[in-house]
């Protein structure tokens, strides 16, 4: 049998028998990330070439952010992230300052823009899911990572005014999304991570408010991906958030995929290094890496990727061996 992507992802999400593993890639466009044309530009032709089963959108980290007052620039970052040259907030007072947006006027406008953009040049079956940042994660871009820490610890009240500012024009900007016709959204998390916070000042300053929003998404999105960033995550402490799947840098720490699975109810997305197999590997070491995640997850609630963004030079032919690995990891359902 042949399953069209939705149906291949909606039973890999059940815990279903597939035609194969479902596999995407997904990498930053930077320079096109600026104007809408161009991203779907790039969107459109990377998918064509390697027919992956999603497309996950993905806008400069700033695009949230940018209407607070926040500047960047590319400067050849070879994940194809931008520079911070402007934050919004120094003094904590600030927080309580930050602005009411209108998610269709400036970048959130743009992206919006650039949605509509996909759609249209999307023929056929093909599920597209858009980047959405915790909150934390766009405090952390706001008023860069040593400012955020040092005013949750001295002037929390101040950072929880903020927060509830970002939360409610995150909601704003997911109603403006909930006619755009994506599948659901990636929504990173970059402070679940006890390299950063313990898990005490995680469960007050990011689980509610990742809450009110992966809560209010429409009951129409069916294909919504948790992303926890950075080494040593709080898995346990987001195991139940109110999402399809779960991706993490399960090649580089705790836990692997087997355990994943055994504490998420939904699939699990990873199995790939970024950097020692796909970047810096041969399509030798992909293929190895691939065939031991399918052994891992039994190919069973499993989307093959990486556990995080793909590296802008990261060589052809081993992107072309991930895809490859998906359809002879055929043979093991």
């Not at 995407?24 to 096109?32: F, K, N, S």
């Not at 509830?164 to 997911?174: G, P, S």
């Not at 402070?191 to 992966?214: K, N």
């Amino acid at each position: 049998m042949t399953l069209s992507k939705r149906e291949r992802l909606e039973k890999t999400f059940a815990g279903e028998p597939t035609d194969r593993v479902p596999v995407a890639l997904w990498r930053h466009w930077p320079g096109d990330d600026q104007r809408p044309a161009d991203l779907v530009e790039a969107l459109v032709a990377f998918q064509k070439r390697w027919d992956f089963d999603f497309i996950k959108i993905s806008p400069a980290s700033s695009y949230c952010i940018a209407d607070y007052g926040v500047q960047d620039q590319w400067v050849g970052h070879l994940e194809g992230t931008r520079q911070y040259t402007r934050r919004a907030v120094h003094r904590s007072l600030d927080w309580t300052e930050l602005q009411i947006l209108d998610p269709y006027k400036g970048q959130l406008g743009q992206i919006l823009e650039a949605i509509r953009l996909l759609k249209d040049a999307i023929k056929g079956d093909l599920p597209y899911i858009h980047t959405i940042f915790s909150p934390m994660a766009q405090a952390k871009n706001i008023a860069g990572p040593d400012v955020l820490i040092n005013h949750m610890r001295t002037a929390p009240e101040r950072l929880k005014t903020g927060l509830n500012i970002i939360t409610e024009n995150t909601l704003r900007y997911i109603d403006a999304l909930s006619k755009s016709g994506i599948a659901g959204i990636f929504y990173a998390i970059q402070h679940a991570t006890f390299t950063r916070l313990s898990q005490a000042e995680y469960e007050i300053f990011g689980r509610p408010y990742d809450l009110q929003i992966l809560e209010a998404l429409p009951q129409s999105w069916w294909f919504n991906m948790v992303h926890l960033h950075g080494e040593l995550p709080m898995f346990d402490l987001i195991a139940d958030y109110p999402v399809q799947v779960i991706n993490w840098h399960d090649q580089e720490t705790q836990p692997d995929l087997a355990t994943g699975k055994l504490k998420f109810k939904g699939a699990v997305c990873g199995g790939l290094g970024r950097w020692d197999a796909v970047h810096n590997g041969t399509p030798a070491t992909v293929r190895e890496q691939a065939r031991q995640a399918l052994e891992l997850t039994s190919s069973r609630r499993f989307i093959l990727s990486t556990g995080c963004v793909m590296i802008t030079t990261t060589p052809t032919s081993n992107i072309r061996a991930v895809r490859e690995a998906a359809e002879a990891g055929a043979s093991l359902q």
